[in-house]
């Protein structure tokens, strides 16, 4: 990776957010180079999972500005936001559970057109997420968690994203497939698809990620290079809470 | 008509019919997780099209067909765009409410439009029938079974094999994932509703030419039974709804072949109550699929309530005291009567839709239970009038309580289907009991109203009982609110999980309210009848249950003063503005479009 920050493409500038009265987000800025994965850390009710329905346009910001490959994303609903190239792994995956692990992904190809090349990105998505062959005509429903979270992954690529954004994509998987699922973002990322995730396991995440920021109760505390981060030891104190921590 | 055959084959054609209504509640509710009660409503539509298709433009059969479904599809486009889209980001009882009102409005213009007389509707195929068996086919029964098997196939490809299809499916089983893959959803909502109200409008136009003649009252029934049908085969399930419609037809069928005809909706009505007990998810979901969505929290419009000093209260109460005592005129005191009788109506609902959140659809059946009790009891048996009255309430309290018992275990929309039904139940048991209720003649020569040996039989004595009797209901209800029993009873409305998980039982909390409330609308419903002195199954109709629920949401759910503002509010302003009888029903159903739009919380608030 090349040291100097690359041109951003996703910016979200002094966003601020609020749930009737209570202000979600405070001020918050954000922005993911291209070509970067980026991690948003943060406990629970930091506002982490609001951050990425504000770029999926799934929650309008109070004021602020979100803006993806220099256009403002402000005011666009989510599938025109989907058009313009992102494309997400929802929190707890979201399969529709009741269609085949084949209409699943081949619903992550809405917005494009092409019978031709959709079916060749889904031979890909094949040999990408091997374990999903044998799975193809089964219901979304009955797989395993992780392998619902390789269907969930596949599903984003079909729409060819500049960018993908994902909401724990670790949450609630065997440690054997959070390596897994960590490999397969890496190997994403080298195809030059831009990620933003959202994560609780720092450690984890940090591993993987190029720059990543710590979101608590609606504002960044921290922010910077992942390897700088790594070994910080706020990292740690502000997830949990700041001077609650052990 | 006699063989099985034929009631089997009669059975399977009401079953396509319906099946065209059902598939598309089925679809809508997937998507929108909305019952549509507007759908008997586009169905009456495409019934007096059809007319105007057939009689006046004289088109041939196809181009009927065509006709009709364009133009209830555009309006099924309408209805989605101006009466539902605006609602999105309201509270889930809000679209529940819009269609009826929707209903409440399609119902009126057409009766405006076509009056109020039924009319023939010719079918368009020779009228000859062909032995099958041991029964006999016609053209038009094999019209309606291609019809039904053509749109069955049409819209599994549509779903299986378009787009927009796969887009809808996706909807249907989450939302927000499928916006996040790209789906419109405001597109997706278009194009069931669209469809929905072409096979609405189709079935309608069917059935008018199944009985060569179409009136203004098919469209409750239609709704009644796609509602019963949809929810026998699991709501949002579009083959559940087919097999579920067929089900029903030949239940009804066969319950007809012999019992007779009156019987006829009553078998459908006891089959979908024996499903919402059974299997409320229906009889084809399997045992994984998650309850029914909670509908809670977000139920009912959140607010602060007007505050009112008690002093204005009392002052009101006076005002309305003396009032016969000044110069006003018998009119001024016979609309109060009238209103104060639907406040105790409302009082009750309030208590059960607002304070603990079951939205009843049924709530007439109350005043019936009240009403025949009394009048029967004053007739027969020759108890004084305010002993009856009182008999009546009592009655209504348990028999209500138990006949709803069933829905307690239901939420949000199911609630609303179980006690529609539960209404029709009670009027249906009223015609057809005939040794007690003396069925469809009715009861008259009730005795008028009296107390203690007194009669009240001028304008200004009944006033006085209406208003004092109301007055000491909302007395009452206003005190076991402000005990921990309306905290209890908000509880399980705003979480019932949480409710329950703080060790409130459920079902003792929902029978205190509904045997409270039964009691409310029985003494109602017994004062009415000896008001009115004939009464019949008729009397006490599910257009009522819909007004009273118009009243307490324009009150504002759960709030007492509310529903007696209400009351007041809906019955005397067209009086005061004069608006002729056969636009009222008209104005109710824009009322209530209004407010749910406007005003979810009512006129004082929710409490």
């Given at each position: 990776?090349?040291?100097?920050?690359?041109?951003?493409?996703?910016?979200?500038?002094?966003?601020?957010?609020?749930?009737?009265?209570?202000?979600?987000?405070?001020?918050?800025?954000?922005?993911?180079?291209?070509?970067?994965?980026?991690?948003?850390?943060?406990?629970?009710?930091?506002?982490?999972?609001?951050?990425?329905?504000?770029?999926?346009?799934?929650?309008?910001?109070?004021?602020?500005?979100?803006?993806?490959?220099?256009?403002?994303?402000?005011?666009?609903?989510?599938?025109?936001?989907?058009?313009?190239?992102?494309?997400?792994?929802?929190?707890?995956?979201?399969?529709?559970?009741?269609?085949?692990?084949?209409?699943?992904?081949?619903?992550?190809?809405?917005?494009?057109?092409?019978?031709?090349?959709?079916?060749?990105?889904?031979?890909?998505?094949?040999?990408?997420?091997?374990?999903?062959?044998?799975?193809?005509?089964?219901?979304?429903?009955?797989?395993?968690?992780?392998?619902?979270?390789?269907?969930?992954?596949?599903?984003?690529?079909?729409?060819?994203?500049?960018?993908?954004?994902?909401?724990?994509?670790?949450?609630?998987?065997?440690?054997?497939?959070?390596?897994?699922?960590?490999?397969?973002?890496?190997?994403?990322?080298?195809?030059?698809?831009?990620?933003?995730?959202?994560?609780?396991?720092?450690?984890?995440?940090?591993?993987?990620?190029?720059?990543?920021?710590?979101?608590?109760?609606?504002?960044?505390?921290?922010?910077?290079?992942?390897?700088?981060?790594?070994?910080?030891?706020?990292?740690?104190?502000?997830?949990?809470?700041?001077?609650?921590?052990? | 008509?006699?063989?099985?055959?034929?009631?089997?084959?009669?059975?399977?054609?009401?079953?396509?019919?319906?099946?065209?209504?059902?598939?598309?509640?089925?679809?809508?509710?997937?998507?929108?997780?909305?019952?549509?009660?507007?759908?008997?409503?586009?169905?009456?539509?495409?019934?007096?099209?059809?007319?105007?298709?057939?009689?006046?433009?004289?088109?041939?059969?196809?181009?009927?067909?065509?006709?009709?479904?364009?133009?209830?599809?555009?309006?099924?486009?309408?209805?989605?765009?101006?009466?539902?889209?605006?609602?999105?980001?309201?509270?889930?009882?809000?679209?529940?409410?819009?269609?009826?009102?929707?209903?409440?409005?399609?119902?009126?213009?057409?009766?405006?439009?076509?009056?109020?007389?039924?009319?023939?509707?010719?079918?368009?195929?020779?009228?000859?029938?062909?032995?099958?068996?041991?029964?006999?086919?016609?053209?038009?029964?094999?019209?309606?079974?291609?019809?039904?098997?053509?749109?069955?196939?049409?819209?599994?490809?549509?779903?299986?094999?378009?787009?927009?299809?796969?887009?809808?499916?996706?909807?249907?089983?989450?939302?927000?994932?499928?916006?996040?893959?790209?789906?419109?959803?405001?597109?997706?909502?278009?194009?069931?509703?669209?469809?929905?109200?072409?096979?609405?409008?189709?079935?309608?136009?069917?059935?008018?030419?199944?009985?060569?003649?179409?009136?203004?009252?098919?469209s409750l029934q239609a709704t009644l039974k796609g509602v019963v049908a949809e929810v026998v085969g699991g709501a949002g399930n579009v083959p559940g709804a087919v097999v579920g419609s067929l089900l029903l037809g030949l239940v009804e069928s066969y319950g007809v072949a012999v019992f007779g005809t009156s019987y006829r909706n009553l078998f459908?009505?006891?089959?979908?109550?024996?499903?919402?007990?059974?299997?409320?998810?229906?009889?084809?979901?399997?045992?994984?699929?998650?309850?029914?969505?909670?509908?809670?929290?977000?139920?009912?419009?959140?607010?602060?309530?007007?505050?009112?000093?008690?002093?204005?209260?009392?002052?009101?109460?006076?005002?309305?005291?003396?009032?016969?005592?000044?110069?006003?005129?018998?009119?001024?005191?016979?609309?109060?009567?009238?209103?104060?009788?639907?406040?105790?109506?409302?009082?009750?609902?309030?208590?059960?839709?607002?304070?603990?959140?079951?939205?009843?659809?049924?709530?007439?059946?109350?005043?019936?239970?009240?009403?025949?009790?009394?009048?029967?009891?004053?007739?027969?048996?020759?108890?004084?009038?305010?002993?009856?009255?009182?008999?009546?309430?009592?009655?209504?309290?348990?028999?209500?309580?138990?006949?709803?018992?069933?829905?307690?275990?239901?939420?949000?929309?199911?609630?609303?289907?179980?006690?529609?039904?539960?209404?029709?139940?009670?009027?249906?048991?009223?015609?057809?009991?005939?040794?007690?209720?003396?069925?469809?003649?009715?009861?008259?020569?009730?005795?008028?109203?009296?107390?203690?040996?007194?009669?009240?039989?001028?304008?200004?004595?009944?006033?006085?009982?209406?208003?004092?009797?109301?007055?000491?209901?909302?007395?009452?209800?206003?005190?076991?609110?402000?005990?921990?029993?309306?905290?209890?009873?908000?509880?399980?409305?705003?979480?019932?999980?949480?409710?329950?998980?703080?060790?409130?039982?459920?079902?003792?909390?929902?029978?205190?309210?509904?045997?409270?409330?039964?009691?409310?609308?029985?003494?109602?419903?017994?004062?009415?009848?000896?008001?009115?002195?004939?009464?019949?199954?008729?009397?006490?109709?599910?257009?009522?249950?819909?007004?009273?629920?118009?009243?307490?949401?324009?009150?504002?759910?759960?709030?007492?003063?509310?529903?007696?503002?209400?009351?007041?509010?809906?019955?005397?302003?067209?009086?005061?503005?004069?608006?002729?009888?056969?636009?009222?029903?008209?104005?109710?159903?824009?009322?209530?479009?209004?407010?749910?739009?406007?005003?979810?919380?009512?006129?004082?608030?929710?409490?």
């Open positions: 990776m090349t040291t100097g920050a690359p041109e951003p493409l996703l910016a979200l500038s002094n966003v601020n957010t609020f749930y009737g009265q209570a202000q979600v987000h405070f001020d918050l800025s954000i922005t993911v180079g291209r070509g970067h994965i980026v991690c948003l850390l943060g406990g629970n009710a930091s506002g982490k999972s609001t951050t990425m329905k504000i770029i999926l346009g799934l929650v309008k910001p109070r004021s602020g500005e979100v803006t993806f490959d220099g256009a403002s994303l402000i005011g666009l609903t989510t599938p025109q936001i989907v058009r313009r190239g992102i494309a997400s792994v929802p929190e707890a995956r979201r399969l529709f559970a009741d269609m085949s692990v084949r209409e699943n992904i081949l619903m992550g190809a809405f917005v494009r057109n092409g019978r031709e090349a959709i079916a060749q990105d889904l031979d890909k998505m094949l040999t990408l997420f091997p374990k999903l062959g044998q799975r193809l005509s089964q219901r979304a429903g009955s797989l395993s968690g992780g392998e619902q979270q390789m269907v969930a992954m596949a599903r984003a690529l079909m729409s060819r994203p500049r960018m993908i954004v994902m909401d724990e994509p670790t949450m609630g998987l065997s440690p054997l497939y959070v390596d897994r699922v960590l490999e397969l973002i890496r190997t994403i990322n080298q195809e030059g698809v831009s990620v933003f995730m959202v994560e609780q396991n720092a450690s984890l995440a940090l591993e993987i990620a190029h720059e990543a920021y710590v979101l608590q109760t609606g504002k960044i505390v921290l922010s910077g290079s992942a390897r700088t981060l790594k070994d910080d030891p706020r990292v740690r104190d502000a997830y949990l809470g700041g001077s609650e921590a052990a | 008509m006699s063989s099985w055959l034929d009631y089997t084959i009669n059975g399977l054609i009401v079953g396509n019919v319906y099946a065209l209504v059902a598939v598309g509640l089925a679809l809508i509710f997937g998507v929108s997780r909305l019952i549509n009660f507007a759908q008997g409503s586009i169905y009456l539509v495409g019934a007096y099209i059809g007319w105007v298709a057939v009689v006046q433009l004289h088109t041939p059969l196809p181009l009927t067909i065509i006709f009709v479904a364009m133009v209830a599809a555009l309006v099924g486009l309408i209805i989605e765009r101006f009466g539902l889209r605006p609602l999105q980001n309201s509270v889930r009882i809000a679209p529940l409410l819009a269609t009826i009102g929707i209903s409440f409005v399609l119902d009126q213009l057409v009766m405006l439009t076509f009056s109020p007389n039924p009319r023939a509707l010719p079918s368009q195929l020779p009228d000859v029938r062909f032995q099958v068996g041991g029964g006999t086919i016609g053209p038009l029964d094999l019209l309606i079974a291609g019809v039904g098997i053509s749109s069955a196939l049409l819209l599994f490809v549509f779903l299986r094999y378009s787009k927009l299809g796969w887009a809808v499916r996706a909807a249907s089983q989450d939302r927000d994932a499928a916006m996040q893959m790209g789906v419109d959803v405001n597109r997706v909502n278009q194009a069931v509703f669209g469809i929905a109200a072409a096979l609405g409008g189709v079935s309608g136009l069917l059935v008018g030419m199944y009985y060569n003649q179409i009136d203004t009252a098919m459908a009505f006891l089959l979908l109550v024996v499903v919402l007990v059974l299997r409320p998810n229906g009889l084809f979901a399997s045992a994984r699929q998650a309850p029914p969505e909670p509908l809670t929290g977000t139920f009912i419009a959140p607010s602060r309530p007007v505050r009112i000093p008690r002093w204005a209260l009392w002052v009101a109460v006076a005002v309305f005291g003396v009032l016969p005592m000044l110069p006003v005129s018998f009119y001024v005191l016979q609309t109060l009567i009238n209103a104060w009788l639907l406040g105790m109506l409302a009082l009750s609902l309030t208590l059960v839709a607002g304070t603990i959140g079951q939205v009843s659809l049924g709530h007439a059946a109350l005043l019936a239970i009240g009403a025949y009790t009394s009048a029967l009891l004053s007739l027969t048996l020759s108890v004084p009038v305010g002993l009856a009255i009182i008999a009546g309430g009592l009655m209504s309290a348990a028999l209500g309580t138990i006949l709803i018992s069933p829905s307690f275990r239901l939420r949000g929309h199911y609630v609303s289907i179980a006690t529609l039904a539960i209404g029709e139940i009670v009027s249906l048991v009223i015609l057809n009991w005939e040794s007690v209720t003396r069925g469809p003649i009715g009861i008259s020569g009730i005795p008028p109203l009296s107390l203690f040996g007194y009669e009240l039989t001028s304008p200004t004595s009944v006033y006085w009982f209406s208003f004092a009797v109301m007055v000491l209901l909302a007395l009452l209800q206003a005190r076991l609110l402000s005990s921990h029993l309306g905290r209890s009873f908000r509880a399980i409305r705003d979480d019932d999980i949480a409710a329950r998980a703080y060790g409130l039982s459920l079902n003792r909390y929902k029978s205190l309210a509904f045997i409270f409330g039964g009691f409310a609308a029985g003494v109602s419903g017994g004062i009415a009848a000896h008001l009115y002195s004939y009464i019949n199954h008729e009397t006490f109709n599910t257009q009522q249950s819909i007004l009273a629920l118009t009243v307490v949401i324009l009150g504002g759910l759960g709030n007492v003063v509310g529903a007696v503002v209400g009351a007041v509010a809906l019955v005397g302003l067209p009086e005061v503005f004069r608006i002729a009888a056969e636009y009222r029903i008209l104005i109710y159903g824009i009322v209530l479009l209004l407010l749910v739009r406007f005003r979810p919380q009512g006129l004082l608030g929710t409490i």
